[in-house]
């Protein structure tokens, strides 16, 4: 197959998912898959495919190959998708550790990026780790809000934020 019938069966792929053809895009994007087990893009995208569709466990190896392809094998919306969509997998599966280790080397490679920490904060909280959950979604809470009033208490928030159990 070549590089043109690839994109185009790529495009193919994706459009029908759009349109709510899920196990039609699914199909096509195991083929593809199969074809080229080392491209990243049609990695991810078969990978969301089975997410879409409730196929969680199928999803991840899809994902995890996506990303082993190194940071440049994706643009940057994609990767950082890859990463929100397996560490939200791995939550989901009960995977819980593999869920924070991923969705923090994705914030740390994408801090601009909420979504990713909020899902960060979620496996934390899935993880037992309440207190860095909390402090996770504060952070995210001062960075993004506009209410006037939590920028008013913006420097308290952080302060305590690092220390819940702090009583001054």
């Not at 790529?10 to 053809?21: C, D, I």
């Not at 999803?59 to 940071?71: D, K, S």
């Not at 440049?72 to 924070?100: H, N, P």
């Amino acid at each position: 197959m070549n590089a043109d019938s690839r994109d185009i069966r790529l495009t193919e792929a994706v459009a029908l998912r759009t349109a709510g053809r899920r196990e039609e895009a699914r199909d096509l994007l195991v083929a593809l898959a199969d074809r080229h087990p080392d491209d990243a893009e049609i990695a991810y995208q078969t990978a969301w495919a089975h997410d879409v569709l409730g196929l969680e466990a199928d999803a991840v190896p899809y994902y995890e190959r996506a990303l082993a392809a190194g940071p440049d094998a994706l643009g940057a919306e994609d990767r950082g998708g890859a990463f929100l969509g397996l560490g939200s997998t791995y939550r989901v599966l009960g995977r819980y550790e593999d869920a924070v280790a991923t969705l923090r080397r994705g914030a740390e490679e994408f801090p601009e990026d909420g979504a990713l920490r909020a899902f960060l904060a979620m496996a934390l909280f899935n993880a037992g780790k309440a207190h860095d959950s909390v402090r996770t979604l504060l952070r995210l809470l001062v960075e993004s809000s506009e209410d006037p009033s939590v920028q008013r208490y913006r420097s308290a928030i952080v302060y305590y934020a690092e220390d819940l159990h702090r009583v001054e």
